[in-house]
Every structure is written in C-alpha cells, then in structure tokens.
C-alpha cells in the first residue's frame, strides 16, 4: 500500500496505516468480539465485502491484525488483534471520551467498572509515574531528550 502521507509525523504514519475508511471501525469490532468476517460484516453495515477483504489483509500486512483458519470447507478465519492492535483501544477511548464532549448525539462514554464514574484521559512520565499536565510533542531529535 502507497503511504498516503509523507511526512515526518507519527500522526501522518499512523494515518498511513489506519486513517482509510472503515479500517478504525474494523479493529474497533475485533476487539470488542466480533472476529469472523461475517461477523465484522454483519456489524458494519454499508461495508462491502470486498472492502472488509482488502482492509483485512492491509490490517494483516501492517501486523494489527492476525487471522487463524477455524474452517477449510469453505475457509474461513478468526480474526484477532496482535499487541499493537489490541494498543489502539486507548485511541477508541480518546475517540469516546471526545465524544462525549462534543458530539450532539452521543452513544457512548467511558466509565469506571466498579464506580461506574465518568472518567478522563491523564498522561504520566514514564519515569516517575507522576500525573503531568503540561506536555507537548517534540522531535525525537530534540536537545531535551538528550537529558538523563
């Protein structure tokens, strides 16, 4: 697949690998169960079969997604999300949590388990654990993550 953007910007690469149509939602119904393609199908109305075909093997080429023959006659696969994959629903819980906010139809929001308490996004330093609220992104060449 030709990189639809060519810039050196991890949300431009990201982009490249799952910014066509259809393909967040396609992850989104893998993980929460549904793992045939009659299944993402069936959820997905509108999406055609050969567009749910194509975005699967780019998914499997990419190394999000992983199929395994459950059937040979006829054949057929289980989809399942590889590690990488499975580190998108952070993104679909951003996605929730923007929606939330700001969408005039809403259906969903993110909750605690146990509390079942509206939550929010927090960032913390890898090194200390810590909650920080100022961040920004910078350059992996960036003079400042020279620092130790």
Known sequence: MKPRYNL???I????????????LLIV????????TFN??????????????SERLKMLEGEGLVQSELYSTHPPRY?????PSGEALEHVFNALIVWGTDHL???YKKLVHSETGDEVEIGYYSKRTGNRVDDLRAISIEDP????S
């Open 144 to 147: 400042l993550l020279q620092k």
């Open 39 to 52: 299944d993402i199908k069936v959820a997905l109305n509108g999406l055609s079969a050969n567009m749910l």
């Open 78 to 82: 289980r989809y399942t999300l590889t």
């Open 104 to 106: 005039e139809t809403c």
């Open 8 to 10: 050196p910007c991890n």
């Open 28 to 35: 989104h119904e893998i993980l929460v169960g549904r793992t």
């Open 12 to 23: 431009a690469q990201s982009l490249n690998i799952i910014g066509d149509r259809w393909t």
